[in-house]
Structure formats: structure tokens, C-alpha cells
């Protein structure tokens, strides 16, 4: 029996969650496993009304819990970065999800906007550091709001943090069986301490996986290789910033927010997954939201939980429903609403 804590968040977080959950009761029908869910309302609406984000106990009740099922944060009268740092960030700090495992996949060449790119040639996963790095939140101001102010924000890279992220990837580049290539992007000829530490650790890693081909990519030539030659990458590896930004590239390359799912995942702990994108507070309650991201981190989730075959029969209806009727990944321009979209891969699942 998986217990699923269900966090639906803010804006259309609620909406796309709905349509998750039902495709995981669909699911759970034809895989036969059992499951219960939890609801916890952690977002920008309880903090309006209570002023608390994300308390301790909160975490350690989030601990009892076999995953988490995230729609999305954000709350458009909440001043940025209190809901991010105060209950998303939290959450993947405080579960020690130090693994962001974000999948890039294209499923229909017509919804990707680059010029000639075949679904066999955008197929890779970016294994983002979590829990380090710019993301830690150290540093200072000095003299604030004088002419010369200077702002600090650091990097934080820890041997034992940059070790078990890469360990994961060759790991899981290892067992994911494409072409066994790991790919490390960092940013070596500028930020000489933290990629010095990644990049010693990744040669010293690599002579224990001698089946793995290891290879080197700046981040701003990352992005290039997006754009120009997707199909060169199978697994990526690189820090908390870096995989921030070249996964909504990634996002794009495969279809959009639509279709981008993603796990935070501690290996030893209570993972959590969710849809790339934001609350769209613009399109919330409309039902004109793609819950297709949504769908797929709950595929991701019941995957990570052990229940591969209703994982892959997800995928395959979500793959064969973008490849019929549906118009367009965007929100409001699907020809279907988000509910409909739900009932759609529940009838493909059967
Ligand atoms: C993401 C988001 C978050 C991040 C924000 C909302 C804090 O952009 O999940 O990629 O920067 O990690
Ligand atoms: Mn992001």
C-alpha cells in the first residue's frame, strides 16, 4: 500500500493534479497495486491566510509518506522567492531530494520548434544537483543600499554532495542502457573551485564504470548542442543553477511545459514529483491547462515506487495521444480541455 501525500499547490497546480490522480486510480485498476492519498494545501493561498509556509512538523509528517505528488507553487500576490525558499526549496532540502531527475523526451516531432528533430533524436536526461550549490543560500550584503553595495551569493559544493549526484548518474546512465555516455556540463575555464571539484570527482568516478563513455560540455555550449545536435546527448549531469536553466530548454525542445515532467528524488528517503512548469495563475480554473506534465510525473512516481509496467503504460498512452487528435501541447489551444485530456490517456491505458 503506497501512501501519497498530494501536494496540489497554487494556481492550475490543483487542476492538473486531478487529472494525475486520475489516471494513477486508472492505473492502479489494470496494475492492481493499492495506494492511498493525503492531501496537505502547503502553498501561496494557506500562506496568505496563515502567514506559514512549510513548518518542521510539516516535514516530519511528509516523512511518513511513500512520495510526494506536487502540482505546482506560486501565488501571484506572494512576493517572489518566499513560497520558492519557504516551501518548494524546503521540501527538496529538508527530504534531501538531491536529485533533480528531469527526463527530455519528444514524443511527436510536430510539437518541437526545431527544424528537422525527430523524437529518436531528442531522448536524453538531465540529472540536476538539488540540494547545493547557488541554490544554498549563502551569502550577504555588504553596505545594502549604498552607492557601493556589493552582494555575495555563493556556490556551495560539497565533495560528499557532488559525489553522490554523480554516482547517481553513472548509475543510472548504467542501467538507463541507451548509449552508456554520461555527460558532465559545467563551466571549467571560469568557475575554477566548484568545476575543479566536479570535474576531479567525475574522472575519479568514471574508472569505476569503465562501460560508460564520459564526456565534457561547457553550460553555454550546452545550450547550443540543444538547439543544433540534441541527439549527441543521453545523460547530462550538472549543478543546481546550470540544471535549473538548461532544463527549461530542455522543456522547450521536447514540446514545452505541457509535456515536461520531473522527480526530485532522495534514493534512500521520500521523493516528490511534478510537472516543470508553474501555477499559471493566468490560466487557472479555465480548464484549459495541459495536464499531460502532470500525468507524467505521476508515471515517474509510480516508476520510482516499483510499479514499472503501470509507469510504461502511462507513457505509452500519453505517447500515442499526442501522436492522434490533439492539436497543439499549449494550454488552451489543445482542442481539448484539461479534464478531457485526463479521460483521453485513461482511455489509451486500457
Ligand atoms: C524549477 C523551478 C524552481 C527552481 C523555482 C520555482 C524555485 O524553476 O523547479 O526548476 O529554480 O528550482
Ligand atoms: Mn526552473
Redesign the pocket.
Known amino acids: 500500500m503506497y501512501k501519497i501525500a498530494v501536494i496540489p499547490g497554487d494556481g492550475t497546480g490543483p487542476e492538473v493534479i486531478n487529472e494525475g490522480l486520475k489516471v494513477i486510480e486508472a492505473a492502479s485498476k489494470i496494475f492492481k497495486f493499492k495506494y492511498e492519498t493525503t492531501s496537505f494545501d502547503f502553498g501561496g493561498t494557506r500562506y496568505l491566510k496563515t502567514g506559514k509556509t512549510l513548518e518542521d512538523k510539516d516535514i516530519r509528517e511528509l516523512k511518513k509518506y511513500s512520495a510526494i505528488y506536487l502540482g505546482a507553487?506560486?501565488h501571484p500576490e506572494v512576493k517572489p522567492g518566499i513560497l520558492?525558499?519557504g516551501v518548494?526549496?524546503k521540501l527538496?532540502f529538508a527530504l534531501d531530494q538531491y536529485i533533480?531527475l528531469r527526463p527530455v523526451k519528444l514524443y511527436n516531432a510536430g510539437f518541437c520548434p526545431l527544424k528537422d528533430k525527430k523524437p529518436e533524436d531528442i531522448d536524453f536526461v538531465v540529472i540536476r544537483e538539488?540540494s547545493e550549490g547557488l541554490?544554498k543560500g549563502m551569502g550577504e550584503f555588504q553596505n545594502k543600499g549604498k552607492k557601493n553595495e556589493v552582494a555575495i551569493q555563493i556556490s556551495y559544493n560539497t565533495r560528499k554532495g557532488v559525489e553522490r549526484c554523480l554516482r547517481y548518474a553513472f548509475e543510472f546512465c548504467r542501467n538507463r542502457n541507451k548509449n552508456k555516455k554520461l555527460t558532465l556540463c559545467g563551466k571549467t575555464n571560469v568557475l575554477t573551485y566548484a568545476w575543479d571539484l566536479w570535474q576531479r570527482t567525475f574522472s575519479e568516478l568514471s574508472k569505476e564504470y569503465p562501460d560508460i563513455t564520459t564526456d565534457y560540455a561547457h553550460v553555454d555550449a550546452t545550450t547550443m548542442w540543444f538547439v543544433k545536435n540534441p541527439e549527441w546527448f543521453d545523460v547530462i549531469v550538472t549543478d543546481?543553477m546550470f540544471?535549473?536553466i538548461i532544463?527549461?530548454l530542455g522543456a522547450m525542445i521536447q514540446g514545452g511545459m505541457g509535456i515536461a515532467a520531473?522527480g526530485n528524488i532522495n534514493p534512500d528517503g521520500v521523493s516528490m514529483f511534478?510537472p516543470?512548469g508553474?501555477s499559471a495563475p493566468k490560466y487557472t480554473g479555465k480548464n484549459v491547462i495541459n495536464p499531460l506534465a502532470a500525468i507524467c510525473a505521476g508515471g515517474m512516481m509510480l516508476e520510482t515506487l516499483g510499479e514499472r509496467d503501470a509507469a510504461q503504460a502511462i507513457e505509452k498512452a500519453v505517447i500515442k495521444l499526442v501522436n492522434s487528435k490533439i492539436k497543439s501541447l499549449a494550454a488552451g489551444k489543445m482542442g481539448y480541455s484539461t479534464s478531457e485530456i485526463g479521460d483521453l490517456v485513461v482511455k489509451l491505458l486500457k
Do not use: K, M
Request: net charge negative; glycine share 22%.
Open positions: 507553487i506560486g520558492e525558499t518548494l526549496l527538496r533533480n538539488n541554490y543546481n540544471g535549473d532544463t527549461d520531473g511534478e516543470i508553474g
